[in-house]
């Protein structure tokens, strides 16, 4: 099949790079300019363990390419599949422009004379009813009566973890298919053909939602893990200790990685998807008390493992921060713990040097550019290399993920916030 990709962000370029190594023919679309050139080029413009060679050996296999403007492109396509940022907008509602410009970029492109219509797939995380309310009309519009002729509309939402988006999308927990109807829809279906994982084929509105689910889910065994850790910490209790007995009750389903105590959550989906919900909730009056705590108890253990790691440190002295992304093996500082941990040493009068080896101010691209230099605008003094991290005289060594083993230090004392032991 042809397949077009809309967003060459981490979703959509992992979808391009795996879609195109099963044999099938993808087109990226991306207003990014320097997104674009990366893929014609045989690169990856994300960072993400795997990636380039999937899209090196696919594009030299002339199965991948990238344009920044649809043109043609959609008329012998069978499939659409939309990747585009649905962020968090000043009220904590997800921020719906860029979904609206792709879908009337979609429609204008598509050929009312079309003889097998196209399955426009949307992976974006939206708010349930936005493809029966807002997308779907945008189609009609354009395209009238022809519109349920020539277009399949679905929702299929992703569950990729960054640094481990290969194995993930190959090895998903489960798959969701959602339609208009509630029907199966082929095209997805041959789409995912050879992934073995539970289908959940659903309505629109049910698949719209499994991912505000899943995330606010994760987020609440976050801060709950969290809330349980200071609690032991502030009282001399072995955390670790407390977390090995809880997880070992398997029968409840219960995830070593989201409730080990450690660091805050972050990244570019949590956040955004619970502050959603929490809209969501407060729109339809579900009094949703929980989903309110989540970002308060995320901010208070931010602060709490801020004032952890300068207790009895004197403003001036000299810190290395090891981990500034939201988690190892990925280029992602969107809403990352770490920026805030950096922001916070910064404005108390530490002198700061970060080390992470995935980041380097020349790939930092698109939102994650924005964000980076919007909290951290000094962010290109701030990096150093791994000779100067482990050569350094630091009055102290903090450490937000594994990268910390990776490293020779000079300063014996280190602090690893990514777990309390």
Same mark, same amino acid.
């Given at each position: 099949?042809?397949?077009? !990709?809309?967003?060459?962000?981490?979703? &959509?370029?992992?979808?391009?790079?795996?879609?195109?190594?099963? *044999?099938?023919?993808?087109? *990226?679309?991306?207003?990014?300019?320097?997104?674009?050139?990366?893929?014609?080029? *045989?690169?990856?413009? !994300?960072?993400?363990?795997?990636?380039?060679?999937? !899209? +090196?050996?696919?594009? =030299?296999?002339?199965?991948?390419? +990238?344009?920044?403007?649809? &043109?043609?492109?959609?008329?012998? +396509?069978?499939?659409? !599949?939309?990747?585009?940022?649905?962020?968090?907008g000043a009220d904590g509602a997800h921020n719906m422009t860029y979904i609206v410009q792709v879908t009337r970029a979609i429609a204008a492109a598509i050929k009312p004379d079309r003889t097998k219509p196209l399955t426009v797939a949307f992976r974006s995380t939206m708010r349930p009813g936005t493809t029966d309310q807002i997308i779907l009309p945008i189609f009609q519009s354009a395209l009238g009566a022809a519109a349920e002729d020539v277009v399949e509309l679905v929702y299929n939402p992703e569950f990729l973890r960054e640094a481990t988006a290969i194995e993930d999308y190959f090895h998903p927990p489960k798959i969701v298919l959602g339609t208009l109807s509630g029907e199966p829809s082929a095209n997805m279906e041959a789409l995912h053909e050879g992934i073995e994982a539970p289908i959940f084929h659903a309505g629109i509105r049910e698949a719209e939602i499994t991912k505000f689910v899943d995330n606010t889910w994760h987020a609440v065994k976050v801060a709950f893990a969290n809330e349980v850790g200071r609690v032991c910490q502030q009282l001399e209790i072995s955390a670790k200790k407390v977390h090995e007995i809880f997880v070992s009750d398997t029968k409840l389903n219960i995830s070593p990685y989201y409730t080990r105590p450690g660091g805050a959550f972050g990244g570019s989906c949590l956040p955004k998807d619970v502050r959603a919900l929490q809209h969501i909730a407060a729109d339809v009056g579900a009094n949703a008390h929980l989903f309110d705590s989540l970002m308060r108890s995320n901010d208070a253990h931010k602060h709490h493992q801020?004032?952890?790691?300068?207790?009895?440190?004197?403003?001036?002295?000299?810190?290395?921060?090891? &981990?500034? =992304?939201?988690?190892?093996?990925?280029?992602?500082?969107?809403?990352?713990? =770490?920026?805030?941990?950096?922001?916070?040493?910064?404005?108390?009068?530490?002198?700061?040097?970060?080390?992470?080896?995935a980041l380097t101010t020349d790939s930092l691209i698109g939102q994650n550019l924005g964000y980076a230099y919007a909290y951290l605008p000094t962010i290109s003094t701030l990096l150093v290399d791994k000779d100067k991290a482990e050569k350094g005289d630091y009055a102290v060594v903090i450490s937000t993920n594994r990268l910390i083993k990776t490293l020779s230090l000079k300063s014996s004392n280190v602090v690893d916030i990514s777990s309390i032991a």
């Open positions: 099949m042809k397949i077009a !990709i809309f967003g060459m962000g981490y979703v &959509g370029c992992t979808a391009a790079a795996c879609i195109s190594s099963q *044999g099938h023919t993808v087109v *990226g679309v991306d207003v990014s300019v320097q997104k674009v050139e990366a893929i014609k080029a *045989g690169r990856s413009p !994300i960072h993400e363990p795997g990636i380039d060679e999937l !899209i +090196a050996s696919a594009h =030299a296999e002339g199965r991948l390419t +990238a344009v920044t403007e649809i &043109g043609d492109e959609l008329d012998d +396509a069978d499939i659409a !599949i939309v990747c585009v940022g649905t962020p968090s801020f004032s952890f790691v300068t207790q009895g440190l004197e403003p001036g002295a000299k810190v290395l921060l090891v &981990g500034l =992304a939201f988690k190892a093996d990925t280029d992602d500082v969107r809403e990352s713990p =770490a920026v805030d941990l950096a922001r916070k040493l910064l404005e108390s009068g530490y002198e700061l040097d970060v080390y992470d080896p």
